[in-house]
């Protein structure tokens, strides 16, 4: 079935080191995905997305890589700020449906 | 201003209640959805209106009902809460309905329903 998961439920990272979050979908296909950011007490936020006929795309300090074979996409957070702390959702669309089925989310801890 | 809000932000009830959550968006947007996620994070669509249309209906308990009286407000009413009804509910909005490239879904806070 369609689904989207996540390797680690939790990621502490020191301030100014990279973060990397990891995601795993299963067999069905996807046409594309999206990160989203969500912060304390706030609705998700748009961070980056990905083409499925793409591996690599670079935002403002992120990148999300995507390995079809294996069938996982990351997040690469650089220089990791107290403000990236919050939980990151990675989510597909698959091409039937059309509807975004999203990830369990890593909460993403900053030490100071 | 907000671009997706929604309200009341909490909302603390008994089981057995009726209660409704209302939404608004200002972005021009003809699509509006409503999801839940649940004490584990766990964000599920649960319905989608374009242009006041009903487009996607998941499994949900008939005790949701979702109101759309123009394309910018989408409500939702839940009768007879139950205590698995409590979650945080969110509404979204994006462009088009079906999701994709070029059409990023925008979230409004969130509201927090606790059923006692």
């Known amino acids: 079935g369609e689904s989207v998961g996540l390797h680690l439920p939790t990621l502490s990272v020191q301030e100014g080191d990279n973060s990397i979050i990891n995601c795993a979908y299963s067999n069905s296909a996807s046409d594309y995905f999206i990160w989203y950011k969500q912060e304390s007490g706030k609705g998700p936020q748009f961070i980056i997305d990905?083409?499925?006929?793409?591996d690599k795309r670079q935002g403002q300090r992120v990148t999300v890589l995507l390995n079809k074979t294996v069938k996982h996409l990351s997040l690469q957070i650089a220089a990791t700020q107290p403000g990236d702390s919050a939980v990151y959702f990675c989510?597909?669309?698959?091409?039937?449906?059309?509807?975004?089925?999203f990830g369990q989310g890593t909460e993403l801890s900053v030490k100071p | 201003d907000t671009a997706v809000s929604q309200t009341p932000k909490y909302l603390v009830t008994q089981m057995g209640n009726d209660k409704s959550i209302k939404c608004e968006q200002n972005?021009?947007?003809?699509?509006m959805y409503w999801y839940k996620q649940d004490s584990k994070k766990f964000l599920k669509i649960m319905f989608s209106?374009?242009?006041?249309?009903?487009?996607i209906n998941e499994t949900v308990p008939n005790r949701f009902s979702p109101k759309s009286p123009d394309k910018a407000h989408l409500n939702l009413h839940i009768n007879s809460l139950e205590l698995g009804d409590s979650a945080v509910y969110f509404c979204?909005?994006?462009?088009?309905?079906?999701?994709?490239?070029?059409?990023?879904?925008?979230f409004g806070a969130g509201t927090r329903l606790s059923v006692l």
């Open positions: 979204a909005s994006s462009h088009r309905p079906l999701a994709g490239e070029g059409n990023i879904q925008y």
């Open positions: 989510a597909g669309v698959y091409n039937q449906g059309g509807k975004l089925i």
């Open positions: 972005l021009g947007h003809d699509t």
């Open positions: 990905i083409r499925s006929n793409m």
């Open positions: 209106y374009n242009n006041k249309e009903l487009i």
